[in-house]
Each structure stands twice: as C-alpha cells, then as structure tokens.
T-cell receptor
Framework: ETGVTQTPRHLVMGMTNKKSLKCEQH?????MYWYKQSAKKPLELMFV???????ENNSVPSRFSPECPNSSHLFLHLHTLQPEDSALYLC????????FGYGYTFGSGTRLTVV | AQSVSQHNHHVILSEAASLELGCNYS??????LFWYVQYPGQHLQLLLK??????LVKGIKGFEAEFIKSKFSFNLRKPSVQWSDTAEYFC????????????FGSGTQLTVLP
C-alpha cells in the first residue's frame, strides 16, 4: 500500500458508457495528478491539481473530465471513450513547495479497456 | 519542453551480472532526477532521486545512479543483479521550466535470468 489508493483496479467499458475512476491519498499531500500509461510509450501527464485547483491540462480530449473535490480525492470522469483510450491510468500525489512537487507517490492504477 | 531518453528498451542479464541503464535528458537548467521501478502487476516505486549535492546517489535494493551534468545523463547501476530485479525501470525529470510535471522516459524492461 503506497498511501495512494485507486479504484477500480480494472474497468471494461463500452464506447457509449459513462464511468469514473477514483483516487484517494492518505499522505496529506496538496497536489494530485492523473497520468496515462500506454504500452511502449512514456507516461503522459493528463491533469494536475494543486490545492484543489486545476493548474495544467496537457491538451487532453474533453471526453476525459477531472474533478478534485478536496485535497485527498481525485476523480476522472470518462464518457464516449475510444478504443485507443485503453491504458493504465495512474494517480499520483505530492507535496508542492515553491512550485516543485516533492515526494511523488503513485497509486497502483486502473487498467481500462474500451470495447 | 524537456524530454527523457532511455535507449535500452529491453535488457536481458544473468544473475550476478552488472547492470547499467542509460538515461539522458534534454534541458539546460536545473533538474531533479528520478529512477522508478515497476514490478509486474505492481505500482511505480521510487528507487532513488537526485536534487543537488553529491552526483552519485544511492537508492534502495543496492541501486545507485550518477548524475553527469556535462553529459545530461543519469545512468542507473547495480553491481550484481538478482532474479527479483526483473521489472520495468523508468527515468524521470522535473525541471524549473515545468516544475509540476514529472517527465518520464519510455522505460527499460529488465529481465534477469536465474
């Protein structure tokens, strides 16, 4: 257990479904992140929340919608996904000081398959 | 924008062999450097990190890495690998130019044969 918990561990969804991924951190960190890990590609940063405010969105399609209701919880809402969106989605948290993230900790990820 | 290159996609070694995995980054300013490991079916774990000071950093499980600023490199080493080191290894960097974003290399799959 890393202190960052992601649910569900596995998710299979159709292209017309709506689902949500959940992330919870128990480390007292003030920043949370969503990353996408696809086969044969580097991890890609999708969203950054610092002090519950979204500060970066790396040109992610609008079919991915993040939500950060408080500093401990992060959601990724999914709708009308495409098969190429199948990947491992990783949540991470860190303690930001002076704009740097310290103590980056990752969750185990949600393995998403879009059919 | 910064980038990270890991030139070895798959490395196969026998137990007790020495390991060196290459990592190069492209950014001319101050960097913080990391190596992560991902064992099969498990989460990313931090092996070691460099922020400042001694360029030779020691991490967990006998791993070490050397930061060579002139070569923009941060290679990972272990003198004698074990079968349990079989995993995927990722190099990552945070720069002053994009301080919130950990930029990862594409990873190196290490297979250690018993």
């Amino acid at each position: 257990e890393t202190g960052v918990t992601q649910t569900p561990r596995h998710l299979v969804m159709g292209m017309t479904n709506k689902k949500s991924l959940k992330c919870e951190q128990h480390l007292g960190h003030n920043a949370m992140y969503w990353y996408k890990q696809s086969a044969k590609k580097p991890l890609e940063l999708m969203f950054v929340y610092s002090l519950e405010e979204r500060v970066e969105n790396n040109s992610v399609p609008s079919r991915f919608s993040p939500e950060c209701p408080n500093s401990s919880h992060l959601f990724l809402h999914l709708h009308t996904l495409q098969p190429e969106d199948s990947a491992l989605y990783l949540c991470a948290s860190s303690q930001e000081r002076s704009g740097f993230g310290y103590g980056y900790t990752f969750g185990s990820g949600t393995r998403l398959t879009v059919v | 924008a910064q980038s990270v290159s890991q030139h070895n996609h798959h490395v196969i070694l026998s137990e007790a062999a020495s390991l060196e995995l290459g990592c190069n980054y492209s950014y001319g300013g101050t960097v913080n450097l990391f190596w992560y490991v991902q064992y099969p079916g498990q989460h990313l774990q931090l092996l070691l990190k460099y922020f400042s000071g001694d360029p030779l950093v020691k991490g967990i499980k006998g791993f070490e890495a050397e930061f060579i600023k002139s070569k923009f490199s941060f290679n990972l080493r272990k003198p004698s690998v074990q079968w349990s080191d079989t995993a995927e290894y990722f190099c990552a960097v945070i720069t002053r130019g994009s301080a919130r974003q950990l930029t990862f290399g594409s990873g190196t799959q290490l297979t250690v044969l018993p």
